[in-house]
């Protein structure tokens, strides 16, 4: 896989959310421990 698809992005974000400063933070809709059990 060498690029994300708008697909992806829909089912793996929950939201992104861009700081004054320009920061970025992603809310996934998963959790690391999730990704741990599979």
Do not use: C, W
Request: glycine content about 2%.
């Amino acid at each position: 896989m060498d690029e994300l698809t708008p697909e992806m992005v829909h089912r793996f974000v929950d939201k992104i959310e861009v700081q004054a400063d320009g920061s970025v933070n992603i809310h996934y809709k998963f959790t690391t421990t999730a990704l741990l059990t599979v």
